[in-house]
């Protein structure tokens, strides 16, 4: 199962500061045949003005992931943790039992990042926060685990998540493929930030999402130069 969910037909959220896309019922967004694909629950396309930004606001018992597409974001916590995370580079924090933390486009342009909320396996992790930089050139044509709970991807350099379930990325040059094998019972969810692809020979535009069931292998090939983000979750 292949179906392309095209950016137009995303939940729309938008005010003076933010232009939000939401792949899941969000806020607002309310769609009972788009509230999460496995463990996945969200998956927001936001492009943030600058010197804007979320305040201070509480989350548990999600893992947050935020893949920075252009630009930066400034977290801080009342934890006391506080990172710039920069274009291509990845943020994860896992709300556990509770944290108040806020997100600040401090860039004179826009910022534009995908916010994506993993269920954790259980309630009650300890919170915390960390960033990685994660040079595009290190990840040309093979999928690189940016965030991961998953035992494969022990010690390779993964920001940790508290569930098995992994967030990758690629970049692809045109007319190049890369391959992802899809265990059985597992999902990924597959949005190219830049660049048109065919996945499995289905074809999706830049920010469309793709949901993929119940295909072992998964090829996706750049119709042109393209960013893909990964998702793979029970």
């Known amino acids: 199962m292949i179906d392309v969910r095209p950016f137009d037909s995303l939940g729309k959220f938008r005010i003076d500061w933010l232009n939000a896309s939401h792949h ?19 998956w927001n396309d936001d492009t943030i003005q600058p010197g804007t930004g979320f305040d201070p ?30 274009a291509g580079d990845v943020q994860v924090m896992s709300a556990g039992t509770g944290i108040v933390h806020a997100e600040y486009n401090q860039e004179p342009d826009e910022t534009q990042i995908f916010q994506i909320w993993i269920e954790p396996a259980g309630p009650g992790f300890e919170p915390r926060w960390d960033a990685r930089q994660f040079p595009k050139g290190d990840r040309s ?9 998953r035992s494969v991807d022990a010690g390779n350099g993964a920001l940790s ?4 379930a992994a967030v990758l990325g690629a970049t692809i040059r045109s007319g190049e493929s890369v391959t992802h ?29 793709v949901a993929i069931a119940d295909e072992p292998t998964v090829t996706i090939t750049a119709i042109d130069e393209a960013e893909i983000v990964l998702v793979d979750v029970v």
């Open 24 to 42: 899941f019922s969000f806020g607002h967004y309310v769609d009972p045949n788009r509230m999460g694909f496995g463990a996945l629950r969200v």
């Open 57 to 86: 606001h509480p989350h548990r018992d999600m893992e947050i992931i935020t893949y920075v597409r252009k630009g930066a974001i400034t977290h801080m916590d009342r934890l006391g943790n506080k990172g710039r995370t920069e």
């Open 141 to 149: 044509g093979s999928l690189v685990a940016l965030a991961s709970g």
């Open 161 to 164: 998540i508290n569930q098995d």
């Open 181 to 209: 094998q899809l265990d059985a019972g597992r999902k990924a969810y597959l949005v190219a930030a830049t660049g048109e692809i065919e996945v499995n020979g289905v074809k999706a535009k830049a920010r469309d999402g």
